[in-house]
């Protein structure tokens, strides 16, 4: 994967195909480029140029400067897509990756031309897990347990994976998410955003009456067994005025990794929209 300086910082990210640009950005926790967009790129590889960076702290991409914060990642997604040179184009966001690329179509909607979002974080009033999920993320010593027994059980990342995902959790996965695991700082960059987040009150970032301000097309999908409510999902995209929802039948949350081709063609199909692309 090549390698980008963006504020002093590196950033790996993956590129292939040619034709519309379409920008990938992954998940928190325990993710990266490759892990969530593998499964679909070859979809989209002969349609479009699509790039996945590594999220700031994740992969092979130092956190950096960048403050790990809804905002924080929007500022430096800007800053990347200027590096590229890269105008107006389809966003693909999972969970954290959808915040991020909503923030940006809200704040600076010219560099957004279409965005096809899974399960995105913003759209829920209520923190996952309600209060005992405000407790795991503040409580000393619940997060390092957390990262140790990833790091050591594999059966503890199969039963992690398996509230994600209702297709099957492969031995390769496991062996991919145990790597993220053990590399040096992983889950620094997570932690430090689910500490910002979780208020007792509820989370920090809920978009609400905001996405009226998003001007381009976009889909919003939910995986059936979604942990992001679909209902949620779906009042986000009717509050977006070129908003639409979809549900995605016996799907989890990591829907590039469930149904990769059922990501691959909205976003094939929003392509077509916007750029007059293959159908």
């Known amino acids: 994967m090549p390698v980008l300086t963006i504020d002093g910082t590196p950033v790996r990210y993956d590129r292939i195909g040619d034709g519309p640009t379409v920008v990938l950005l992954h998940g928190g926790g325990l993710d990266s480029a490759q892990v969530s967009w593998a499964p679909l790129t070859p979809h989209l590889a002969a349609h479009a140029d699509v790039i996945s960076p590594d999220l700031p702290g994740y992969g092979g ?8 914060t809804v905002a924080g990642y929007a500022h430096w997604l800007r800053g990347f897509l200027d590096a590229l040179g890269v105008g107006g184009c389809v966003v693909g966001g ?6 991020i690329a909503l923030q940006v179509a809200i704040d600076d909607p010219g560099r957004v031309a279409g965005l096809v979002l899974c399960g995105p974080y913003g759209v829920d009033p209520r923190i996952p897990g309600g209060k005992l999920g405000w407790f795991t993320v503040h409580a000393p010593g619940v997060d390092a ?3 140790w027994t990833i790091r050591h059980s594999r059966r503890a990342v199969r039963a992690t994976l398996a509230t994600l995902l209702r297709h099957g959790v492969s031995d390769d996965l496991v ?8 590399a040096p700082g992983a889950g620094d960059a ?8 979780a208020l007792f009150s509820g989370p920090r970032t809920v978009f609400g009456d905001a996405l009226a301000r998003v001007e381009c097309p976009a889909v919003l999908l939910a995986g059936e067994y979604d942990i992001v409510p679909p209902a949620a999902v779906r009042e986000a995209a009717a509050r977006i005025p070129h908003g639409e929802f979809e549900m995605v039948a016996g799907a989890g949350h990591w829907l590039p990794r469930d149904d990769p ?3 691959a063609d909205h976003l094939l199909d929003m392509i077509t929209r916007i750029d007059g692309g293959p159908s």
């Open 61 to 68: 991409s130092p956190l950096g400067k960048t403050s790990p």
């Open 94 to 99: 999972l969970s954290l990756g959808g915040a």
């Open 145 to 147: 347990l957390t990262w």
């Open 175 to 182: 062996s991919d998410i145990q790597a993220l695991a053990k």
């Open 190 to 197: 997570w932690g430090a955003f689910q500490r910002d987040e």
């Open 261 to 263: 081709d059922a990501v």
